[in-house]
């Protein structure tokens, strides 16, 4: 079945680690999208990608960073800068023809960092 | 800053109608009206979306004033499986633009 996979799905790091999100997407879009969560809060936006090899900062991406070297691939690196990164962090992709905000989401993975 | 405002919370009876409001005064001509619902701990679904005329699929109703600054998501027949949070966000129908949440509304459904 076509659809976005995240992993992994629960991850724990200690402070000051480096981490590394996988979301892969088997649906043929050309645009992905990642999204933090807190707590009783809506989604904020880290980065997004139109394409191969080219994405976009968001509302927060300040100590996160991203590649986008093929189609199915955007993996995002929650870097020892990130002040709190503790959240949970939802990964996205849409086409980029007329209906570009109808977006399909994975299930997410929640990160804590002790 | 999301474009939109949605009340906190709403709560509905099992079988009756829910109606979430959502304002978007400033909303431009180029921009659509988009819905998505998530149920806790799980990634947003996409419900519906329109630009000026009214909407229904197998989900939902949408409903858009005349002047566009106001819609209404019309769920029929609630269950308690829609219990969850409803986003409404304006964006325009173009490729380098990206969906921005606001806090949604909490709607709880109850029996």
Known sequence: DGGITQSPKYLFRKEGQNVTLSCEQNLNHDAMYWYRQDPGQGLRLIYYSQIVNDFQKGDIAEGYSVSREKKESFPLTVTSAQKNPTAFYLCASSTSGTNTGELFFGEGSRLTVL | DAKT???????????RAANLPCNHSTISGNEYVYWYRQIHSQGPQYIIHGLKNNETNEMASLIITEDRKSSTLILPHATLRDTAVYYCIVRANQAGTALIFGKGTTLSVSS
């Open chain 2, 5 to 15: 405002t949605q009340p906190p919370s709403m709560d509905c009876a099992e079988g």
